[in-house]
Nanobody, 121 residues
């Protein structure tokens, strides 16, 4: 089982920046195909913000391209989301996600507890 701990959220003015961090416990019984950040705004469904594969490929939601950057430190088992030029519509709870596969080939999604990001106009 993989445990994820999100941190780094807060209140910031529009145009400001925040850096989210996700610490993942190391599992010797599974591999991680990709890690990512999702968010869920008030009254909205959870949506993918950014993801990074084990090979380092990244993809972003159109709404954050050019403003957010996802990165990964494999040695520390950390994933980061640098968020610049924040907008009020970025306000949401942000969740770290890990897409894993165990030795039996079973894929499992793990989630962090979420961290609140609030952007004021």
């Amino acid at each position: 089982q993989v445990q994820l701990v999100d941190s780094g959220g807060g209140l910031v003015q529009a145009g400001g920046s925040l850096r989210l961090s996700c610490a993942a416990s190391r599992s010797f019984f599974s591999i991680t195909h990709a890690m990512g950040w999702y968010r869920q705004g008030p009254g909205k469904q959870r949506e993918l913000v950014a993801a990074i594969t084990a090979g380092g490929s990244t993809n972003y939601a159109d709404s954050v391209k050019g403003r957010f950057t996802i990165s990964r430190d494999k040695a520390k088992n950390m994933v980061y989301l640098q968020m610049n030029s924040l907008k009020p519509e970025d306000t949401a709870v942000y969740y770290c996600n890990a897409d894993t596969e165990d030795v039996r080939g079973v894929r499992t999604d793990y989630w962090g507890q979420g961290t609140q990001v609030s952007v004021s106009a």
